[in-house]
């Protein structure tokens, strides 16, 4: 008998010192996968900087330009040489962005920015004046169009028709902040009241990160699964949400909240 359990208690330091290796082997995995990533966009991000005083214009003229292209560019870029995160993407279309549309998306993660910036070099994205200083401001908009939320409305429908009728999305995160708790936060309704007004129709776009991806941790230790969901578009003139732009807003949040809770109950039983 004592034999046994001295046997059975072997056992259970072997199994617990052979997790404790795999756990260290795993951290030092996903570090050596982080520094290589970081080395890449280290070096990568330099050339890119340069660009910048290439004196393309800064007006856009286009739906597409110099800079947004390299901007989109580079996001994917970005999101393939982070080797510690899995992407999948469902239901994504090539023809999604053919016409405008006001993608909207949660938000719960830093990485929502490159991931939201590789969808189209065409995207124009509605800010909350993130940043007010003005140099940085000038970097960052001669790459990519941005429109502050806090303008007046009537005079940000007017700024957004020029980039709406070259046939441009508009990007909005309707939370507002960034929240990293695995749930989506109530939604403003600045971006809806737009959507109608431009007659656009709107993109529900839903991401969903895993645990380990949301924890505080520098970017490129962040590790696990990614994923992003287009759900069906919503024509604008359809009616069924509604007839104004305030039940415009709560039946995509209701429809992305139900699309969130599906995915993270697929993920957690060993989905994906």
């Known amino acids: 008998m004592k034999n046994y359990v001295q046997n059975l208690f072997f056992i259970f330091l072997q199994a617990h010192y052979n997790k404790m290796v795999k756990a260290k082997l795993g951290y030092v995995l996903v570090l050596i996968k982080g520094l290589l990533s970081f080395?890449?966009?280290?070096?990568t991000s330099q050339f890119f900087s340069l660009l910048i005083f290439i004196p393309f214009t800064n007006k856009?003229?286009?739906?597409?330009?110099?800079?947004?292209?390299?901007?989109?560019l580079y996001a994917r870029f970005i999101l393939k040489t982070h080797f510690n995160i899995q992407i999948k993407y469902i239901?994504?279309?090539?023809?999604?962005?053919?016409?405008?549309?006001?993608?909207?998306?949660?938000?719960?993660?830093?990485?929502?920015?490159p991931i939201s910036m590789s969808f189209t070099s065409k995207i124009r994205v509605l800010n909350n004046n993130w940043h007010d200083n003005k140099v940085a401001r000038f970097f960052i908009t001669k790459y990519i169009g941005f429109f502050s939320?806090?303008?007046?409305?009537?005079?940000?429908?007017?700024?957004?028709?020029?980039?709406?009728?070259?046939?441009?999305?508009v990007l909005v995160f309707p939370e507002g902040?960034?929240?990293?708790?695995?749930?989506?936060?109530?939604?403003?309704?600045?971006?809806f009241y737009l959507a109608q007004k431009l007659r656009m129709n709107v993109q529900p776009v839903v991401i969903f990160y895993s645990k380990d991806i949301l924890k505080k941790s520098w970017f490129y230790l962040k590790h696990g699964k990614a994923i992003v969901k287009?759900?069906?578009?919503?024509?604008?003139?359809?009616?069924?949400?509604?007839?104004?732009?305030?039940?415009?807003?709560?039946?995509?949040?209701?429809?992305?909240?139900?699309?969130?809770?599906?995915?993270k109950k697929t993920v957690e039983s060993g989905g994906y």
Request: aromatic share 10%.
């Open 39 to 43: 080395l890449i966009f280290t070096v």
């Open 60 to 72: 856009k003229k286009a739906a597409s330009t110099f800079y947004t292209s390299l901007l989109n």
């Open 91 to 113: 239901n994504k279309n090539k023809e999604t962005f053919d016409n405008p549309v006001l993608v909207v998306c949660n938000h719960q993660s830093i990485i929502d920015v």
């Open 149 to 169: 939320i806090f303008e007046e409305k009537n005079k940000l429908v007017s700024d957004l028709e020029p980039s709406v009728s070259l046939g441009c999305p």
């Open 177 to 191: 902040i960034m929240s990293n708790n695995q749930k989506i936060h109530r939604f403003h309704k600045g971006g």
């Open 230 to 263: 287009f759900l069906e578009p919503v024509e604008i003139d359809s009616g069924i949400y509604g007839q104004t732009y305030q039940e415009l807003t709560h039946y995509i949040m209701n429809e992305m909240r139900r699309e969130y809770a599906d995915l």
